[in-house]
């Protein structure tokens, strides 16, 4: 059921292409990537990885799964616009987590990217490596420290914003 929760494992959308390797330590894992249209607009991606292995970590990431989709759900019946904020994303995943006393936490690095102005938000709770965004020129972290989320009930996240080059390629790990 994890697996069939990934997106495929090539996609574009207006002009921006993705693709993810998923090569899991266990069979039932807490690594997760998804990328999806929010509107006609804007583009979301994350990667995550929750906290140990097996059932109780996979678990987890079906749960992450649900709360990107009910958030994405309400933006599209005009209920509010969280998920075009990655800081207020993470906030909310982190309530969650918390609230739910898994004994489990994540480190997630949302992004939205807005394709009419060439620029993108993200936040990162507490993924590491960094990405790295490569021009074509030059590469460089998108470094961004911020607890993982889903320890804290009081965690903050930062929003942070770049405009994209032309070309460029970003690589999550």
Request: hydrophobic share 45%; no cysteine.
């Amino acid at each position: 059921m994890q697996f069939q929760l990934l997106p495929v494992p090539k996609m574009a959308f207006d002009g921006f292409h993705f693709e993810h390797f998923l090569k899991t330590s266990a069979y039932l894992s807490g690594d997760f990537v998804d990328y999806f249209m929010i509107d006609a607009d804007h583009l979301g991606f994350y990667i995550a990885d929750v906290s140990g292995h097996g059932v109780s970590s996979a678990f987890v990431t079906v749960l992450l799964k649900s709360i990107m989709s009910h958030l994405l759900d309400q933006y599209r019946q005009s209920e509010d616009d969280i998920v075009l904020h990655p800081d207020q994303v993470l906030a909310v995943i982190n309530k969650d987590i918390v609230q739910q006393k898994f004994g489990k936490y994540l480190t997630m690095f949302y992004v939205v990217v807005n394709t009419k102005t060439q620029s993108m938000a993200f936040s990162n709770g507490g993924q590491f490596p960094y990405p790295i965004l490569h021009d074509g020129t030059s590469a460089r972290f998108l470094i961004d420290k911020n607890l993982p989320v889903g320890l804290f009930q009081d965690a903050a996240f930062h929003r942070n914003t770049l405009e994209l080059p032309d070309t460029f390629a970003m690589a999550m790990f």
